[in-house]
């Protein structure tokens, strides 16, 4: 077993550098549950399993890779050790803020996207509703009624646009690009709901539909 201090600055046991090339990584220390030693049995799943000795504590390492049968096993440990406070996880080379509950759901979502033939198919999805709105809502309005059927003229009709993640359903950017490109707004966005780090979000996919 090593000694965790001596090695924690190397990019193969930092768990900052290992999250930037898995898909997450976690550590923990030896846990009084029940469930440990399955949990452990998980993480020994991972493509990277590290343990160190520090002091007379136990600390594990378990990098995740990117692939359909690692993220199955990472959403599956993640639940044992959801409510253990000596855990940490890591993705994109930051410690993970959010709940395992959303981190379950992104997980399982990118597995998804894996069974399908292509996976734009299963991410991407069309919008004519992208832009904010800075106009100023009137409190006013008409009822009008006809019997008519009315038919926008094709010069009417809200452009669509490709929409890389299904997650970002209801989301906004700004139509001007003094904030950045459209697909840097999209990116951006992303990394606010805690989107960006899955492998099969592409910001780039995001245009104005032909």
């Not at 090339?21 to 949990?39: D, G, I, P, R």
């Not at 044992?80 to 855990?87: A, I």
């Not at 981190?103 to 990118?110: R, V």
């Not at 006013?140 to 008519?148: N, Q, R």
Request: aromatic residues 12%.
């Amino acid at each position: 077993m090593e000694t965790y201090p001596e090695l924690l600055d190397t990019n193969q046991n930092n768990p900052f550098s290992l999250s930037m090339k898995y898909l997450l990584v976690v550590t923990f220390n030896k846990s009084n549950s029940k469930n440990f030693q399955t949990a452990l049995l998980w993480a020994k799943s991972a493509e990277v399993f590290k343990e160190f000795k520090m002091g007379k504590d136990e600390i594990y390492l378990c990098a995740f890779g990117k692939n359909v049968e690692q993220a199955g096993a990472a959403n599956v440990f993640l639940h044992y050790v959801e409510n253990w406070s000596g855990k940490q996880i890591y993705i994109g080379g930051r410690i993970h803020s959010g709940s395992i509950y959303n981190l379950s759901g992104i997980l399982d979502c990118y597995q998804k996207s894996l069974s399908c033939q292509n996976v734009k198919s299963y991410c991407c999805f069309l919008s004519d509703d992208v832009f904010l709105s800075h106009q100023p809502q009137s409190t006013s309005f008409t009822i009008s009624l006809s019997l008519e059927k009315i038919e926008k003229k094709d010069s009417e009709k809200k452009p669509l646009y490709v929409v890389p993640c299904q997650n970002l359903q209801y989301r906004k950017i700004e139509k001007d690009t003094c904030l950045g490109s459209w697909s840097e707004q999209i990116q951006a966005l992303a990394v606010r709901e805690n989107l960006a780090w899955c492998p099969s979000f592409n910001a780039a996919l995001f245009r104005q539909y032909d």
